[in-house]
């Protein structure tokens, strides 16, 4: 471990610059998928280094966003924690967002088209009307079909957001038993970005941004007194 | 600050795409078979600005990786064909579909097109057309002398000719129904056609093995629901201010940045 670095006033005030300019990225992506359906915002937290230099650190917030009832009968989403699994030509991918679809053979999946995954591989549906239980039973016109997928991790992991509202799962992966899961029908899931504090949070990122660049100046004009006074022959 | 200003730029730019959609859902609120489009958003690719960090020795640490969004996209507007209100219009040549399946229509360049709308009238050569004029796949020709022209929940077209008492059947309405309906290209004039993503047409008659049953005098309304779409219109607003916000942040941390030199 290299030893405790002097610290220096200036890159510290240049370091929390940084920082509430990360901060201030992943507001603007949060805020700009504020209308994104099964969207996961991101946190940001200052982290202090080994070194006292600040750092924004991000972590997927897995909070639940409101469910909205859409009557659209492949519309899905999960009350609760837990994903649903789709088959992506990258592997297995987590989503929250369960606007599903038919493709042109009847296989039931996302809106990119990737196969949605129940217990036995790739759906696929017959003609008819489709019910989904809460337990995430696919029936048609009566008679079952499969049963969907859906997993969860472990809590406090921080998931890997892909683009598209996917995740990628971790090791710690396990499938939420039947009895456990809330499957609802004819809902979907709003992003769970909420504008309020995150319009706070850009003010006092903002305001924190005009302190530390003061702090910066006032660094650098005690410097300029030290050698422009101090060096001066008597 | 730039990929802020570009993350929320797309903010905006996604939420007037979603206003555009529900401008047109509102144009077509009184559009016979007329289906409401939703717009679907997605997140952008995600920029690892520090890959996961391994410190100390001994107590090792370890951690995550830390990724940046970079903004919103467009993944799809998608067409929803929920059933539509069946309003009753007493016209004789208005016939609604209740259920699944299209009306089959010959376009001019020989392509059949698919439609809800079942606002039909009879052409110079007695052919069954639809409002804009094409004529219905199969072809249902009315005789000159006939009167109480009838179609079946299942289809069946039959007429009274002359002095006839008995109606005589002239034809039999067939319905097209697809795998994926929301695949389906919109033509504009009610019409769509099938791409790879619907799926190839499944033909049969009205009220038989899942296809839809036929409603004479009727036609299906608009399934735009106002209060639904002003309420979503309301949404898009305040998101793209939101956007604007945060655009205005960055673009001031901007300026405090280029005061550290003076």
Known sequence: MPGPVQNNGLSSAASALQMLERKQQVLANNLANASTRGFKAETTFARMMGNQLAKADTAVDLTPGTLTETHNSLDLALEGDGFFVVDTPAGERFVRNGNFRLDANRRLTDDQGNPVLGENGAISLPQGTVEVDATGLITVNGKPQQRLRVERVASGTDLEHEGGTRFIPDASRQVIPPTERTVKQGFLEESNVNPMSAMTEMLTVLHRYGAAQQTLSTIDAVRGIAVTDLAKPA | ?262
């Open chain 2, 1 to 262: 600050m730039d990929p802020a200003l570009r993350a929320a730029a797309t903010g905006m730019m996604a939420q007037q795409t979603r206003t555009e959609v529900i401008a047109h859902n509102l144009a077509n609120v009184n559009t016979p078979g007329f289906k409401r489009s939703r717009a679907h958003f997605e997140d952008l690719l995600y920029q690892t600005v520090q890959g996961q960090q391994v410190l100390g020795e001994n107590d090792t640490q370890i951690t995550p990786a830390i990724q940046v969004g970079r903004g919103t996209r467009l993944a799809g507007v998608q067409r929803l064909h929920e059933q539509g209100p069946i309003e009753e219009t007493g016209r004789n040549l208005d016939i609604a579909i209740e259920g699944e399946g299209f009306f089959q229509i010959q376009l001019p360049s020989g392509e059949t097109a698919y439609t809800r709308d079942g606002s039909l009238q009879i052409s110079d050569q007695g052919v069954l057309v639809t409002s804009s004029g094409y004529a219905l796949q199969p072809p249902v020709r009315i005789p000159d002398d006939a009167s109480e022209f009838t179609v079946s929940a299942t289809g069946v077209v039959s007429v009274r000719r002359g002095n006839d008492i008995q109606p005589t059947e002239i034809g039999r309405l067939e319905l097209a129904r697809f795998a994926n309906p929301s695949g389906l290209l919109s033509l504009g004039q009610n019409l769509l056609a099938p791409t790879a993503a619907s799926g190839q047409p499944v033909i049969g008659f009205p009220n038989d093995s899942g296809m839809g049953r036929l409603q004479q005098n009727s036609l299906e309304g608009s399934n735009v629901e106002i209060v639904q779409e002003m309420v979503e219109m309301i949404a898009a607003m305040r998101a793209y201010e939101i956007n604007s916000k945060a655009i205005k942040t960055a673009d001031e941390m901007g300026q405090i940045a280029n005061n550290i030199a003076r």
